[in-house]
């Protein structure tokens, strides 16, 4: 399996298992309803060990442009790389989001709240305050990144043997700083599943919120672009 694949299925896989638990959550009529956040913070966690333990040892797995940002920043991946590796996992988010629209569409259809709806693709804030919200998801996402560049081999990224660890830590994170803007802490997972929002014919579905779209996408890259620079000044 070439690393493009094992970036796009990885991803794939993420989104699939982790907007999936949302929609087990937020949506009408399924067995998980209502059973809330600590749900959804481990079904995110297992999402990402699932990925990271599948597709570890074909791509490195880093499921997240923030991290393939944080781990070429400091010096563990190929610059030349990161392109096809952006473009795998945004090509992925967007696969694994149709998935969970396909597997829920009985329960989208039985849905009335539009910003349910919406919650199953893509974060949201719950205070909308651009300079607060852009803070948390650089936290949350430097916390991501630093652990993993102690992880990360310099060959290529994250081992099946990774994988636990690195869901411990976006577990952590969900639990601890995730209730602010519901720790996107990764542009492809964001961006992509919002796209598709946008696009499929989702029954009595809102606008997919662009204007709030930058932060997911910006707050994660520089989150993981300082912790890059801070994981080479502790060298």
């Known amino acids: 399996m070439t690393p493009f694949l094992g970036e796009m299925i990885g991803t794939a896989m993420l989104l699939l298992l982790g907007d999936g638990v949302v929609a087990n959550v937020v949506l009408k009529k399924t067995k998980g309803a209502s059973s809330g956040w600590i749900v959804i913070t481990m079904g995110w966690g297992m999402a990402v060990f699932v990925s990271v333990f599948m597709m570890g040892p074909f791509s490195g797995a880093h499921i997240n442009p923030a991290v393939t940002v944080g781990l070429a920043v400091a010096g563990k991946f190929p610059w030349a790389d990161v392109p096809a590796y952006l473009l795998a996992q945004f090509l992925g988010a967007a696969l694994g989001a149709a998935l969970v629209w396909l597997h829920y569409r009985t329960h989208f259809a039985v849905t009335d709240d539009a910003d349910a709806k919406l919650a199953v ?75 598709m929002h946008s696009l499929l014919p989702i029954p009595g579905k809102r606008d997919s919120d662009w204007g709030y779209a930058w932060i997911p996408v910006f707050g994660p890259l520089a989150g993981a672009a300082l912790a890059a620079l801070a994981y080479l000044m502790l060298q």
Do not use: H, K, Q, W
């Open 121 to 195: 693709f893509c974060t949201g804030p719950a205070i909308r305050n651009a300079s607060a919200n852009f803070a948390s998801e650089l936290i949350g996402t430097f916390v991501l990144v630093f652990a993993v560049l102690y992880l990360a081999t310099p060959e290529v990224g994250l081992g099946a043997l990774d994988a636990l660890p690195v869901g411990f830590v976006v577990l952590a994170i969900g639990l601890s700083l995730g209730g602010t803007t519901g720790y996107a802490i990764n542009p492809a997972r964001d961006l992509s599943p919002r796209l």
